[in-house]
């Protein structure tokens, strides 16, 4: 089945150490989206990628960071997490056609991340 | 711009009772809207979505919505609440055309517990 997958489900990081966290998808769709979610809260968009242009959110510190090196794998990279970036991380698809319409986005089942 | 406005961050139903949650939007330009479905731990899977077609939208489990323009409004229903809808909905809007075209925009969430 085509779907969005991320991994690791859980990850553990001490404060300070980089992490990535990766999405992958075999829908190919052309719009990739990282959000972070923390506990009872709407998701919040950091950034997407619509194919390789990368659109950072004003807001997203520049701790997070994104690659995106083939249409099929989007990479967030979080180079010195805090105590306040332990969130679940949500990976999203979805394919814009232009003015032909807009697609819903797929999500993966998300990464927590826990910071210590 | 847009934005949702899910009213009652909480709701408790029994189980064969009415469920409706309630979700207002405003949008400068014709939306598409969508109600998402979260369990613990997992990503948000797609209840269903409004893009301009028919006004009563059916989804996934029994739930269906109403796109009311004139009250702004895209509540979500079912007529039979099920002990497995337990869960924290979102409803999004996105615009169908312009700049932000495909982003989404979430409202707070609610939580729906069932009683038994």
């Known amino acids: 089945d085509a779907m969005v997958i991320q991994n690791p489900r859980y990850q553990v990081t001490q404060f300070g150490k980089p992490v990535t966290l990766s999405c992958s998808q075999t829908?190919?769709?052309?719009?990739m989206y990282w959000y972070q979610q923390k506990s009872s809260q709407a998701p919040k968009l950091l950034f997407h990628?619509?194919?390789?242009?990368?659109?950072n959110e004003a807001d997203t510190p520049d701790n997070f960071q994104s690659r995106r090196p083939n249409t099929s794998f989007c990479f967030l990279d979080i180079r010195s997490p805090g105590l306040g970036d332990a969130a679940m991380y949500l990976c999203?698809?979805?394919?814009?056609?232009?003015?032909?319409?807009?697609?819903?986005?797929?999500f993966g089942p998300g990464t927590r991340l826990t910071v210590t | 711009a847009q934005s949702v406005t899910q009213l009652g961050s909480h709701v408790s139903v029994s189980e064969g009772a009415l469920v409706l949650l309630r979700c207002n939007y405003s949008?400068?330009?014709?939306?598409?809207l969508f109600w998402y479905v979260q369990y613990p731990n997992q990503g948000l899977q797609l209840l269903l979505k409004?893009?301009?077609?028919?006004?009563l939208v059916k989804g996934i489990n029994g739930f269906e919505a109403e796109f009311k323009k004139s009250e702004t409004s895209f509540h979500l229903t079912k007529p039979s609440a099920h002990m497995s809808d337990a869960a924290e909905y979102f409803c999004?809007?996105?615009?169908?055309?312009?700049?932000?075209?495909?982003?989404?925009?979430f409202g707070r969430g609610t939580q729906l517990t069932v009683w038994p």
């Open positions: 999004a809007v996105s615009e169908a055309r312009g700049s932000t075209l495909g982003r989404l925009y």
């Open positions: 829908l190919n769709h052309n719009v």
């Open positions: 409004y893009t301009s077609a028919a006004t």
């Open positions: 999203a698809t979805s394919t814009l056609a232009g003015l032909a319409g807009v697609d819903e986005q797929y």
């Open positions: 990628y619509y194919d390789k242009d990368f659109n």
């Open positions: 949008s400068s330009v014709p939306p598409y």
